[in-house]
Each structure stands twice: as C-alpha cells, then as structure tokens.
C-alpha cells in the first residue's frame, strides 16, 4: 500500500513500495511538492529555494541549475524516469519511452512515433505561426515543418507545398 509521510518541509509519498510511519522512512523519496509553473505558464520543477521554477528538461542532464543542485540530486536522476515528480513526464506512444513534458508540443519529433506532437494523448494544439501544416520529409519533425524552410530550394514537404505554397516569413 501507499503512504504519505512530511518530514518538516518536505512531503514524501509511497505510491508502491512500503513505508514506516513511526520511524518517517519511506523506501521511495519522491518529493510530491516539487511542481511549479515556469514564467511561461508552463510545469516545472520547483527548486530548493522554493523560488526558482526550472523546466524539467533541466533536470538530470549534468548541468546544475537550481541554486543549490536539487535538480541533480544523485537519488532522483538514478532511476528516470520513476523517480522524477509527477507531471513532468510524457510516455511516448511506445512505453518504453518518455520525454519530458517540455518536449512534448514543441514541433520536434522527441518520441520518434510522433506521439508527443500529434495523436489523442498529445494534447498539441495545431501547428503554430511560425509553422507550416504537412507531411514532413525529414523524420525530424512530424506535422509541421518551421516555416523558414519554406522557399528554400529544399523539399521538406512531401507534397511540395513547402516550396510551392508557403510563404517564406523567416530566417532560420
């Protein structure tokens, strides 16, 4: 069974493996309180400082970015992703693979099914002003291509609109 334990700030939760509420030892110290939202509205990691909200691609990749290193903390990147909060994973389509919930609706084949950018568990809005709708070449990206590639010389689209239809607006 499961469990809840607070140990002065910090609240730990057991969702599969045991726990001992008498000694406040849990077997899984899964920090439950530590999703924030970043200043672009989007879910975060909440950092040590409780002010700092850092995107979860951040956490575990060798660099430090909270002020005092818990998004490297040496229990939580040693299993990822079971270890990590809550709310900062999407699982791909295949679930033996996940990306992190900032890589999902980026345009970006993160997965390599497309299941982070299109499909009924993505959640992605249409492509976006700077994108252009088609079947991608290019496994890179999966229903939008950016649209400085337009007009390029190069076939990205299968149906060409990429050269034929879309209006080049930028300068990649």
Request: aromatic fraction near 10%.
């Amino acid at each position: 069974g499961g469990c809840i334990i607070r140990r002065g700030r910090h609240v730990y939760c057991c969702l599969v493996y045991p726990c001992n509420r008498v000694l406040l030892v849990c077997k899984c110290p899964l920090v439950v309180n530590r999703v924030c939202r970043t200043a672009d509205n989007a879910t975060g990691f909440l950092c040590d400082d409780r002010l700092t909200c850092i995107p979860p691609s951040d956490l575990c990749n060798g660099f430090v970015t909270c002020p005092k290193g818990a998004d490297e903390d040496t229990h939580m990147c040693s299993d990822l992703p079971n270890n990590l909060p809550g709310g900062l994973v999407f699982r791909c389509g295949n679930p033996q693979f996940w990306v992190f919930t900032d890589k999902k609706c980026n345009n970006f084949n993160d997965c390599g099914d497309c299941s982070d950018e299109i499909g009924p568990y993505s959640g992605c809005a249409p492509c976006g002003v700077n994108w252009w709708p088609c079947i991608p070449v290019d496994f890179q990206y999966c229903s939008c291509i950016p649209r400085c590639l337009c007009r390029d010389g190069r076939h990205h689209c299968y149906d060409w609109s990429d050269e034929y239809t879309c209006p080049k607006s930028l300068t990649c």
